[in-house]
T-cell receptor, first 114, second 116 residues
Framework: AQSVTQLDSQVPVFEEAPVELRCNYSSSVSVYLFWYVQYPNQGLQLLLKYLSGSTLVESINGFEAEFNKSQTSFHLRKPSVHISDTAEYFC????????????FGEGTQLTVNP | EAGVAQSPRYKIIEKRQSVAFWCNPI?????LYWYQQILGQGPKLLIQ????????DSQLPKDRFSAERLKGVDSTLKIQPAKLEDSAVYLC??????????????FGPGTRLTVL
């Protein structure tokens, strides 16, 4: 069965600083990887996903993540964060053989300070 | 396009009482999911429906939790009787396809349950 580990539960940064949120997974079969964001009192929203092809995927608001199969990682990065990026970020994985079942990590709270 | 709707948004009950949550997925979405999100943890899948049939309920505590999706549209999740450890946010999600591992799941705002 797959598992997801988000290495940092909280990441505080200053506005306009770069940030990396780390995610590692374990699985014995091919996987698909997702990053979801949860703003306060809202549901989860898809930020970006890796299905196949280029290992670098980007979101419309400047985030990017790179699938690294050898290191079983899917870290999320942004070169310059804004106050509005403050939220909880969840990494999730689905397995090719397990349908659409998603396994989530425990989340990383990103707090952007002025 | 309307998103996934859930009600109520908040519920406070005492242990041993029963409670029900309602979810209306995005129109046309075949697959519906219920997740439990305990404070400080990621969401955990409780049950997955494809149209009105159950695809996966392996992590549903069936002695106290039940769910149905009548007519393949909206769904209810019930807890009876509730325990203190059921305090969590219950998230409903839906996806367009038939439970493909590449599907994007769209989430509702959740119902925050507090059991006293």
């Amino acid at each position: 069965a797959q598992s997801v580990t988000q290495l940092d539960s909280q990441v505080p940064v200053f506005e306009e600083a770069p940030v990396e949120l780390r995610c590692n997974y374990s699985s014995s079969v091919s996987v698909y990887l997702f990053w979801y964001v949860q703003y306060p009192n809202q549901g989860l929203q898809l930020l970006l996903k890796y299905l196949s092809g280029s290992t670098l995927v980007e979101s419309i608001n400047g985030f990017e993540a790179e699938f690294n199969k050898s290191q079983t990682s899917f870290h999320l990065r942004k070169p310059s964060v804004h106050i509005s990026d403050t939220a909880e970020y969840f990494c999730a994985v689905s397995e090719e053989t397990s349908g659409s079942r998603l396994t989530f990590g425990e989340g990383t709270q990103l707090t952007v300070n002025p | 396009e309307a998103g996934v709707a859930q009600s109520p948004r908040y519920k406070i009950i005492e242990k041993r009482q029963s409670v029900a949550f309602w979810c209306n997925p995005i129109s046309g979405h075949a697959t519906l999911y219920w997740y439990q999100q305990i404070l400080g943890q990621g969401p955990k899948l409780l049950i997955q429906f494809q149209n009105n049939g159950v695809v996966d309920d392996s992590q549903l505590p069936k002695d106290r939790f039940s769910a149905e999706r009548l007519k393949g549209v909206d769904s209810t999740l019930k807890i009876q009787p509730a325990k203190l450890e059921d305090s969590a946010v219950y998230l409903c999600a839906s996806s367009l396809g038939l439970a493909s591992s590449t599907d994007t799941q769209y989430f509702g705002p959740g119902t925050r349950l507090t059991v006293l």
